[in-house]
């Protein structure tokens, strides 16, 4: 069962764009969302993550934008450049012992020049 | 930067070998994880240690996919025998400590490509 939703599975953006990712859950348990940028043949980086407790996280062109009554969430790269063409994960985890990351199934963004 | 590492890059193995990938997490870093990535999809988890025991092993198919993390460092996954499916991108990834919500941090390391043929 899928537990994180992530849209669209694809997106092409004009340089100096900005490129949106959404994400979508449905257990309330969920209490950490981070973002992972990957690209082909390397292991996903942590970009940026963020808690419930605030609505908007800004590091440099990357904003995550938290919406906990909607239990969605967003991923904005402002100024989008042709280096940030990767796959975007988002996850989720809940706060059950044990963290236990739950991945969505990803977007491949494609920043043209 | 410290970083996970992990050999070897890629494989390719015959359907029924044995096959074994090794992984050295961040020094200090207590929980480990292992996560399988097909192409085209998120990660999915396979196993997580914490030091030397294994905490999370629910989609670790036991019959023949096999984990250790002896001394709490390094960790050796291991597919007896490997099949066709098995094919995919092994991930290994390393947290200070999964218990506390200020070292859920998860980094990764570059993989191995596995092909099963």
């Known amino acids: 069962q899928q537990q994180v939703k992530q849209s669209p599975q694809s997106l092409i953006v004009q340089k100096g764009g900005i490129s949106i990712i959404n994400c979508a859950y449905e257990?309330?348990?969920?209490?950490?969302f981070p973002w992972y940028q990957q690209f082909p043949g390397k292991g996903p980086a942590l970009l940026i993550a963020i808690r419930p407790d605030v609505s908007e996280k800004k590091e440099g062109r990357f904003t995550i934008s938290f919406n906990k009554s909607a239990k969605q969430f967003s991923l904005h790269i402002m100024d989008s450049q042709p280096g940030d063409s990767a796959t975007y994960f988002c996850?989720?985890?809940?706060?059950?012992?044990?963290?236990?990351?739950?991945f969505g199934t990803g977007t491949r963004l494609l920043v043209s020049p | 930067e410290a970083e996970v590492a992990q050999s070897p890059r890629y494989k390719i193995t015959e359907k029924s070998q044995a096959v074994a990938f090794w992984c050295d997490p961040i020094?200090?870093?207590?929980?480990l994880y292992w996560y399988r990535q097909i192409l085209g999809q998120g990660p999915e988890l396979l196993v997580q240690?914490?030091?030397?025991?294994?905490?999370?092993d629910s989609q670790l198919p036991k019959d023949r996919f096999s984990a250790e993390r002896l001394k709490g460092v390094d960790s050796t996954l291991k597919i007896q025998p490997a099949e066709l499916g098995d094919s995919a991108m092994y991930l290994c990834?390393?947290?200070?400590?999964?218990?506390?919500?200020?070292?859920?941090?998860?980094?990764f390391g570059p993989g191995t490509r596995l092909t099963v043929t």
């Open positions: 996850a989720a985890s809940a706060n059950t012992g044990f963290q236990k990351l739950v």
């Open positions: 990834a390393s947290s200070l400590d999964a218990r506390t919500s200020e070292s859920y941090e998860q980094y």
């Open positions: 020094s200090g870093h207590a929980t």
């Open positions: 257990n309330t348990a969920f209490d950490y």
């Open positions: 240690f914490q030091d030397e025991s294994v905490v999370d």
